[in-house]
C-alpha cells in the first residue's frame, strides 16, 4: 500500500514509487529491466540501477544517486 502524505513523518514514497507519486514500470526479469536501462542509458546519459521491488516483486529501475 502506498504511504499516506498525512502520516506526520517526511514524505517518503519508497521504492515502489517515483517522485512523482506515480508507480514505476514494473519488469518481470532482471533482464528485461537491464535492457530498458541500457537503452535509457544510451537515449539520456543517465545511469540507472536495477533492483527487485519487495512491494510487486517485479523489477524496478531507479536514480544511482537517490
Not at 506515480?22 to 541500457?38: D, I, N, R
Request: aromatic share 6%.
Amino acid at each position: 500500500m502506498r504511504p499516506s502524505a498525512d502520516d506526520g513523518g517526511p514524505r517518503r514514497l519508497g521504492p515502489h514509487w517515483r517522485a512523482d507519486g506515480a508507480p514505476k514500470a514494473a519488469y518481470l526479469t532482471q533482464g528485461e529491466a537491464l535492457s530498458v536501462a541500457e537503452e535509457r542509458r544510451h537515449e539520456t546519459g543517465v545511469e540507472l540501477s536495477v533492483y527487485r521491488c519487495d512491494v510487486c516483486a517485479g523489477w524496478h529501475m531507479g536514480s544511482r544517486d537517490g
